[in-house]
């Protein structure tokens, strides 16, 4: 994460955080036009929701009905919970590989040290015990990335095999515990018809939306991964950015273990491992630069949506999980081809 670039010619405001590379050219006010310019990765993001729900209604009628459309966007939102710390991280310029079993050992100390009761003071000790651990993985990997300069790809790679590791030893291979009940009340449960999963999504995306907005810790973001350097030169301090980034990842990691924990009534191992790639899909899909410096939230909600929809219409034309792989990657490629097209990607 210390890669040279060019200093940029003028200070670097990333306003809104959909809005396109400064430099592509693109967001010139006028009119219609100007507002499509600018905000082009949202129109495609959300525009790709609306075609795969036509394509699912055509392919399965009863797709389209108002309680599969919910239960669509409750998939979605332990999807956009995980790819909300994904995001964070991407716009620094890096990745985060070890949500998989990150997500995984959080649940699985959800499981284990919570047991089978409900017992207010044991369940909350899990729950902290869960969420801890995860946000310090995520605080390890920004220190190997800030301090000793590791690659991002290779630091969160390396750790995600050495939580795979410490699971199998915790668990023998075999986890014990099913979810506790509020775990599954979070995931399932609903309040005047709302599922708690939404809300709970609503509430993130609403506080993490608004710190990439409207925090100082935002704008050091968007200022970190469009030139660590120039940032550094500016003030910012980028190891304290980087490491927070991480955290965050890892947080929201642990809180998805939770969520899927309580969906599926227990954890189990390997349970993150189809998370990963979809996550990053999620993030390139609404429009956030994998270079960093540019995106946001708002696209990734658009991305998760339109990824969970994408499984569902390709598991109506029975598509198996292999070419499922092959067509995310294809789709995060061709995002990257057109969102980098138009907005000049740097080197």
Request: aromatic letters at 6%; a positive charge.
């Given at each position: ?23 592509s050219g693109e967001g ?282 994408l499984q569902n219409t ?34």
């Amino acid at each position: 994460m210390s890669g040279a670039g060019t200093i940029p010619a003028r200070p670097q405001d990333p306003g809104p955080d959909t809005g396109p590379d400064p430099r592509s050219g693109e967001g010139v006010p006028g009119g219609a036009r100007g507002w499509l310019g600018q905000n082009r990765p949202l129109v495609i993001a959300y525009g790709l929701i609306l075609v795969l729900v036509v394509a699912a209604g055509i392919l399965s009628p009863g797709f389209v009905s108002p309680a599969n459309l919910r239960q669509q966007l409750v998939l979605a939102s332990f999807l956009g919970t995980i790819a909300a710390g994904q995001t964070i991280v991407v716009l620094t310029g890096g990745i985060d590989l070890s949500v998989a079993w990150n997500l995984n050992f959080a649940a699985i100390l959800l499981t284990q040290l919570g047991g089978s009761g409900d017992g207010a003071g044991r369940l909350a000790y899990a729950t902290v015990a869960a969420l801890l651990a995860a946000t310090a993985t995520g605080v390890v990997n920004g220190l190997g990335i800030a301090y000793l300069r590791i690659p991002p790809l290779v630091m969160t790679l390396g750790m995600n095999a050495v939580l795979l590791g410490l699971t199998l030893v915790y668990t023998n291979g075999s986890p014990q515990g099913r979810a506790p009940g509020f775990a599954r009340e979070l995931a399932i449960g609903r309040l005047a018809g709302i599922p708690y999963a939404l809300m709970l999504w609503a509430v993130l995306g609403t506080v993490v939306i608004v710190i990439l907005r409207r925090s100082v810790f935002g704008r050091r973001l968007y200022a970190v991964g469009n030139n660590p350097r120039a940032a550094y030169l500016s003030g910012v301090p980028v190891r304290g950015v980087l490491v927070i980034a991480y955290a965050a990842c890892g947080l929201c990691a642990g809180l998805t273990g939770i969520l899927l924990t309580g969906y599926s009534s227990q954890s189990y191992l390997g349970m993150g491992d189809s998370y990963v790639l979809p996550s990053v899909a999620a993030v390139v899909i609404g429009g956030t630069s994998i270079l960093g410096g540019s995106g946001g939230y708002t696209g990734t909600i658009a991305g998760a949506i339109t990824v969970v929809l994408l499984q569902n219409t390709l598991s109506i034309v029975d598509i198996g999980q292999a070419g499922r792989s092959i067509i995310y990657g294809l789709v995060i490629l061709a995002m990257l081809f057109v969102y980098g097209r138009g907005g000049r990607v740097r080197e």
